[in-house]
């Protein structure tokens, strides 16, 4: 589900219209009282719109526009779940809450590198918030000892926030001094895993387009361009002296050949192979 198919979403009709404050109140008494799920689900949908929303707000902020959607729904849904019937004020209103704190969670647990339990991404969470304040006023960073006092908690656990909050460099990521990891971790002595894929998908392609040329079509091609050997191409002569034909024999064959593998069904895979 990308950004288009989110806007198309929002700009046509949702599969289930909102709710009246009327109807709300009355799927959600019968929801309450006998567990009914046509209500619940009745309940879910028409605010499903409102979860979009919300999720155009979150994006671009480390998980996708589908992914934030469903975090939505399921903070939506244990809304339905805790919402009181003697509340008054609207569903959504209260579900408002419940719906961002998912989605913020999720950006928090699920864009990370590493994943960190709640309670350590709320307490990381609290000392980059005073840290900030505290710069802004004071033009420095506080000490460890000025954060636990602010926080109220014990100076070691304001010791272990760093450990929370690791740094991370990519494989490519490189300097004057270091060539970057990439080229370190570079195993010389084995090919390459993507020339070896890319091999096997170029040599299956090949024996496809193959089987649609005669027996000495395929014996032309095949001594052409030497494609049980080096793969380096042969002269017309060479390759009539092998077959026992004239190169000009050759040449027609090879011509008539290659007008078969020419065809737009087969020419978009086989055109690269035989490039040069």
Same mark, same amino acid.
């Given at each position: 589900?990308?950004?288009?198919?989110?806007? %198309?979403?929002?700009?046509?009709?949702?599969?289930?219209?909102?709710?009246?404050?009327? *109807?709300? /109140?009355?799927?959600?008494?019968?929801?309450?009282?006998?567990?009914?799920?046509? &209500?619940? @689900?009745?309940?879910?949908?028409?605010?499903?719109?409102?979860?979009?929303?919300?999720?155009?707000?979150?994006?671009?902020?480390?998980?996708? =526009? &589908?992914?934030?959607?469903?975090?939505?729904?399921?903070? #939506?849904?244990?809304?339905? *779940?805790?919402?009181?019937?003697?509340?008054?004020? /609207?569903?959504?209103?209260?579900?408002?809450?419940?719906?961002?704190?998912?989605?913020?969670?999720?950006?928090?647990?699920?864009?990370?590198?590493?994943?960190?339990?709640?309670?350590?991404?709320?307490?990381?969470?609290?000392?980059? &918030?005073?840290?900030?304040?505290?710069?802004?006023?004071?033009?420095?960073?506080?000490?460890? *000892? *000025?954060?636990?006092?602010?926080?109220?908690?014990?100076?070691?656990?304001?010791?272990?926030?760093?450990?929370?909050?690791?740094?991370?460099?990519?494989?490519?990521?490189?300097?004057?001094?270091? !060539?970057? =990891?990439? /080229?370190? #971790?570079?195993?010389?002595?084995?090919?390459? !895993?993507?020339?070896?894929?890319?091999? @096997?998908?170029?040599?299956? %392609?090949?024996?496809?387009?193959?089987?649609?040329?005669?027996?000495?079509? %395929?014996?032309?091609?095949?001594?052409?361009?030497?494609?049980?050997?080096?793969?380096?191409?042969?002269? =017309?002569?060479?390759?009539?002296?092998?077959?026992?034909?004239?190169?000009?024999?050759? %040449?027609?064959?090879?011509?008539?050949?290659?007008?078969?593998?020419?065809?737009? /069904?087969?020419?978009?895979?086989?055109?690269?192979?035989?490039?040069?």
């Amino acid at each position: 589900m990308d950004y288009d198919t989110i806007k %198309r979403f929002m700009n046509s009709d949702c599969p289930t219209e909102p709710l009246s404050p009327q *109807e709300e /109140r009355k799927m959600i008494r019968l929801y309450k009282k006998t567990g009914d799920e046509t &209500a619940r @689900r009745r309940l879910i949908e028409s605010n499903i719109r409102f979860v979009v929303k919300v999720a155009m707000r979150f994006r671009q902020q480390g998980l996708g =526009l &589908a992914d934030l959607v469903q975090e939505g729904i399921l903070g #939506l849904i244990d809304a339905v *779940e805790k919402f009181d019937v003697s509340r008054e004020c /609207r569903l959504i209103t209260y579900a408002s809450w419940w719906i961002r704190l998912y989605m913020q969670r999720a950006l928090e647990q699920k864009s990370r590198p590493v994943n960190l339990p709640i309670n350590k991404l709320e307490m990381l969470r609290k000392v980059r &918030a005073f840290e900030q304040v505290f710069l802004t006023s004071n033009g420095r960073k506080p000490y460890d *000892e *000025e954060i636990a006092k602010q926080l109220d908690v014990d100076l070691k656990k304001v010791e272990q926030i760093a450990d929370y909050a690791p740094s991370f460099q990519t494989l490519h990521a490189r300097d004057d001094e270091h !060539p970057g =990891l990439e /080229r370190v #971790l570079i195993d010389e002595d084995h090919p390459d !895993p993507r020339e070896t894929l890319w091999g @096997r998908e170029a040599e299956n %392609r090949l024996n496809e387009a193959m089987n649609l040329l005669t027996d000495r079509e %395929r014996d032309v091609l095949t001594h052409r361009f030497n494609l049980k050997g080096n793969g380096k191409k042969m002269s =017309l002569r060479k390759v009539g002296q092998q077959m026992g034909l004239s190169a000009e024999g050759v %040449r027609r064959i090879e011509e008539q050949a290659m007008d078969k593998l020419r065809r737009p /069904r087969i020419r978009a895979r086989m055109e690269m192979l035989f490039a040069n």
